[in-house]
């Protein structure tokens, strides 16, 4: 390698950094789907898919050929060059937002920091803005669709997603001042010290935030009980009527990427991201390729439980309303937002 | 690097702009004026002012335009007639642009110096830090003009409550 | 994506809706005032079956509705003008699919008026018996889907898992799941067999801590009750006028039910109370179906504490089948047997009608007989048709998301609308 320039060197690590999380995203949203299933199965009395492959484990590659091999229908009236790009900016969009997170501790070889794509300095804002990106999949899939449905699908996912992105940038607020930094690996180092108890959920005071996360994210990601925009007893299945083989597919996983990114975010912001939750009570590894794997596994463990949360809140709770659902995003969780960030700047700025 | 960017980006916005002008279709346009955007928060980036980019998405591209797009949706405008325009318009208006277009290129290039510059290398290295200083600005030395903006800001929006609010 | 400016060439006689619903509604024109017409199934997840409804909405706001029916229509009404008596069982058992012995107990009661039948006494409360886990089976059908609608997937699989205990029931003493046709004319069809009444009241004693279990997921749930308070009002006198009948009606504060006011197959020997609400939204009746499982559950209780001994079928050689092991050892038997399984029996000549309280409201069978052994008509009228009626007035001016709850709330069934 010796005869590499250090750009070079970077360049192919990077690419093969990409390419291996493409692969590990792409498998996790499609067993994610097979999670849900499972688990909502078992919710309501019923098994799940268990009949391809032990357990149902190769569900996920059966669904993926059958959706292949679907015929992929183009409405007559469908405004076609919309019509295709939607999907494909509702899937970039789901994936690249997790090119910012960090998902292990910080291990470099030949200098480049192997366990994260890229590391920006306003990684959160990237992660937001991305986030506002996918906002136009939606709209012009229901808009291109020339379908009544779909458009009042997108209608109510864009002015949805609009309203609780609000409420989601301001709960994040409150982790960003006690970080001092828009940095992802910054603000996971803020919640390193101490395991469990230096978490921005627990020890640092942020659990009104998470709630507030937590609700405005299961309504960013169209998820129930904010599914309104895909409500099948309501719109039919909302803005993606009209699609069909892999351009629903590519929203279906983009539906499933974003929950992951969500999951991801919360990990970093709240759960202290890759950090170990006993601290330092356990002992520091002393095979460096453990101390490379353990922070992933934490990482993993921590998004997949909040995967499964999501998965428990879809098979209990009901579906909003349309108006309900606006009141609540912006007559509630923006007023507690606020409050928050004006409860933890006072803290902050009266500690010095 | 940077001038492979900026040169990308630019004739990316460059050429947004224009289709944004030549589309028929209100959509289209609006989708143009989002690739003009995003080239533009690159252009910012590629300035050190990652701040600004990431605002100009999540503002612009993430929130204006998407009422943009909403609206046109809502409305459901259709194509739009190609009309010939005022006369007026090509008789002052090409000699017009051409003017202002060399006007203000004499300026920046002879008066370049003049606007300063700025300290690119700490920026991109991430040494000074751009969120603390633009915050700097805005809470500290701007603070009554910044707050009398979003006074006027919110002064507009009741003023749009107003008026599309349906007479009971 | 205009409003619809010319007649959707997709939806053939979407013409008469829109103009009808021009007409007669509210006169309104979805070109001018910038509404939407959006065509509500007949293949949409949450219409029911094959219910059709033309809305127009402006943004989310329902400003009109037309329901527009027939896309089950298997023409049974006719059907059975060409079936003797007998064989016009099975059909009834295909009106309202989810509650086939109420259909069954109907028909029965008016051809037994017809005949001037004497029904045993076992009989009668074996009708009782069946006709309340009918209910149980037709609400329980209802809480599951409305539950749907709304979103909360779990109540669904819940409900049916207690279904199918209920449809093992059905198959044990009838042999058939869904379509039992276990009431026959002049009594039931057979001897429940040993043991069911042990299994019948097992799962009884069970139930009650499985309709907890359904309101521990709903009940308290501030989006379910936001969902379903103050939605679909409807008047007391708007609801008389319409004809509804059943949970609906009770809910407006019409205290009447059939099975107190004018009791049929000794209904009037069970104690049990008719829940009634004032609020008429969604939420009162979710509550009252609710309670009207509980009270079921009692009646069902006190049928299998009280079952008489004594014969399952009325005394008429001539009417009813005669036993298997009759039939093979008695010459008369065996020509009853073949006198009414091949030319059927007559009936004198008449009409008559009765009238139960089925799940989903009033049920009528009105039969006329020109004294031969084939009906000269059968009208059946259920409540369904009578509440689909009401959907208008319900939804006018509210939601999209209301319109689904609403519906949920009326609990129709197709069958019986279309027939």
Known sequence: MSHLTDFQIFLILSILKIAVVLVITLTAVAYTVLLERKLLGRMQNRWGPSRVGPFGLLQPLADGIKLFLKEDLMPMASERPLFILAPIIALSCALISVAVVPFGAVTRIAGVDMFDISDINIGLLVILGITSIGVYGIALSGWSSNNKFALLGSLRATSQVISYELALGLSLVGVVLRAGSLRLRDIVDSQAGHGLFSWNLIGGGQIIAFFIYLMAAYAET??????????????????????????????????????????????????????????????????????????????????????????????????????????????????????????????????? | MQLALFIIFGLLAVAGAINFLLQRHPINSALSLIVVMMSLAVLYWSLGAEFLAAAQVIVYSGAVMVLFVFVVMLLNAGEEERTHGSRAAYFAGIPGATAIFCLLSFVFLTNGKAFGSTDLINHLTHTTNNIAEISQVLFRDLLLPFEVTSVLILVAILGAVVLARKEQ | MAPIAAPDQINPGIEDVLADAERHHHGSDPIADQTMVINMGPQHPSTHGVLRLVLEIDGETVVSMAPDIGYLHTGIEKTCEAKFYQQVVPLTDRIDYLSP????????????????????????????????????????????????????????????????????????????????????????????????????????????????????????????????????????????????????????????????????????????????????????????????????VKICLQALDGMPEGRIVADAPKIILPDREQMKTQMESL?????????????????????????????????????????????????????????????????????????????????????
């Open chain 1, 222 to 352: 169209n998820r129930a009980p904010f599914d309104l925009p895909e409500a099948e007893s309501e719109l039919v299945a909302g803005y993606h009527t009209e699609y069909s083989s892999m351009k629903f597919a590519m929203f279906f996983m983009a539906e499933y990427a974003n929950m992951i990114t969500v999951a991801c975010v919360a990990t970093l912001l709240f759960l202290g991201g890759a950090s170990s939750p006993f601290g330092n009570l356990l002992p520091t590894p002393t095979s460096p390729i453990i101390a490379a794997i353990l922070p992933i596994f934490w990482f993993v463990l921590k998004v997949f439980s909040f995967l499964c949360l999501y998965i428990w809140v879809r098979a209990t709770v009901p579906r909003f309303r349309y108006d309900q659902l606006m009141s609540f995003g912006w007559k509630f969780l923006l007023p507690v937002a606020i409050l928050n960030i004006i409860a933890t700047s006072l803290v902050l700025a009266l500690r010095g």
């Open chain 3, 101 to 296: 012995m109420t259909n069954n107990t109907a028909y029965a009661l008016a051809v037994e008026k017809l005949l001037d039948l004497e029904i045993p006494e076992k009989a009668q409360w074996l009708r009782v018996l069946f006709n309340e886990l009918m209910r149980l089976n037709s609400h329980l059908v209802w809480l599951g889907t409305h539950a749907m609608d709304i979103g909360a997937l779990t109540v669904f699989l819940y409900c049916f898992r207690e279904r199918e205990q209920l449809l093992r029931i059905f198959e044990a003493v009838s042999g058939q799941r869904m379509m039992t046709s276990y009431i026959r004319i002049g009594g039931v069809s057979m001897e429940p067999p040993l043991g069911l009444f042990d299994d019948i009241r097992a799962f009884l004693l069970d139930f009650p801590s499985k309709i907890d279990e359904y309101e521990s997921l709903l009940q308290n749930n501030p989006i379910w009750i936001n969902r379903l308070k103050d939605v679909g009002h409807i008047s007391r006198e708007d609801a008389i006028a319409l004809g509804v009948t059943g949970p609906v009606l009770r809910a407006a504060g019409v205290d009447f039910d059939l099975r107190r006011d004018m009791p049929y197959s000794s209904y009037e020997k069970f104690q049990f109370k008719v829940p009634v609400s004032t609020d008429s939204d969604v939420w009162a009746r979710y509550i009252l179906r609710m309670e009207e499982m509980r009270e079921s």
């Open chain 3, 335 to 419: 020509i009853h047997h073949f006198k009414i399984v091949t030319e059927g029996f007559a009936v004198p000549a008449g009409e008559a009608t009765s009238s139960v309280e089925a799940a989903h409201g009033m049920m009528n069978y009105y039969v006329v007989s020109d004294g031969t052994s084939k009906p000269y008509r059968v009208h059946m009228r259920n409540a369904d048709y009578a509440n689909l009626q009401a959907l208008e007035t319900m939804c006018k001016g509210r939601l999209l998301a209301d319109v689904v709850a609403v519906i949920g709330s009326l609990d129709i069934v197709l069958g019986a609308i279309d027939r």
